[in-house]
């Protein structure tokens, strides 16, 4: 079974600021781990994953996440928030599993951008 | 490349009507395509998974004669809505995972559909 967790289901920064966006994960077997940004009214777009190799993950639009296995956790950063990060925000974390990759999703973070 | 389109992106009904949801991948053949529900301020919830040729598989909870799917092909599924009612009013969005591209770490990717709201009146 997995499960992901959110801490704080909004966040706000100023522009320019640091973003933390904060996710915890349960998995009986190797996880592979997602974040996905929403827009209103639009589907999810893949931000960066996670699957093997390196632990530091780059993603798109300046985002990286760091997995740490210890911390069970894949939080998400970004050292400068511009007023276009304003948005949901999505963890999910899959398994190699008979079911096909099927995801699990948080509950979603949504990020606000302060002048 | 790997693009998934919905169609259509809205749909208004009344109760009682059925409404039918399309997802299409574009670009490459989709061996398996997931339909998920994502109320007002929530997650994604999973609600099937759908393979080309196959009946579908139906996660705890959801109503495989109310919400029925169809994969006919390997760039089409569809959702349809029987007897619509007004607590189905969600946001639903398909996803399709592309054919043979599993790459070094055994994973396919998932692409989203840009999602379909529903109101049903």
């Known amino acids: 079974a997995q499960s992901v967790t959110q801490l704080g289901s909004h966040v706000s920064v100023s522009e320019g600021a640091l973003v933390l966006l904060r996710c915890n994960y349960s998995?009986?077997?190797?996880?592979?781990l997602f974040w996905y940004v929403q827009y209103p009214n639009q589907g999810l777009q893949l931000l960066l994953k996670?699957?093997?190799?390196?632990?530091l993950v780059k993603g798109i639009n300046g985002f990286e996440a760091e997995f740490k296995k210890s911390e069970t956790s894949f939080h998400l950063t970004k050292p400068s928030a511009h007023m276009s990060d304003a948005a949901e925000y999505f963890c999910?974390?899959?398994?190699?599993?008979?079911?096909?990759?099927?995801?699990?999703f948080g509950t979603g973070t949504q990020l606000k951008v302060e002048l | 490349g790997a693009v998934v389109s919905q169609h259509p992106s809205r749909v208004i009904c009344k109760s009682g009507t059925s409404v039918k949801i399309e997802c299409r991948s574009l670009d490459f053949q989709a061996t398996t395509m997931f339909w998920y529900r994502q109320f007002p301020k929530q997650s994604l919830m999973l609600m099937a998974t759908?393979?080309?040729?196959?009946?579908?598989?139906?996660e705890q909870g959801v109503e495989k004669d109310k919400f029925l799917i169809n994969h006919a092909s390997l760039t089409l599924s569809t959702l349809t809505v029987t007897s619509a009612h007004p607590e189905d009013s969600s946001f639903y969005i398909c996803s399709a995972i592309t054919r043979g591209l599993s790459g070094t770490s055994g994973y396919n990717e998932q692409f989203f559909g840009p999602g379909t709201r529903l109101t049903v009146l």
């Open positions: 998995s009986s077997v190797p996880p592979y």
């Open positions: 996670y699957t093997t190799g390196a632990t």
């Open positions: 999910a974390v899959s398994g190699v599993t008979g079911g096909g990759n099927k995801l699990t």
């Open positions: 759908s393979n080309e040729g196959s009946k579908a598989t139906y």
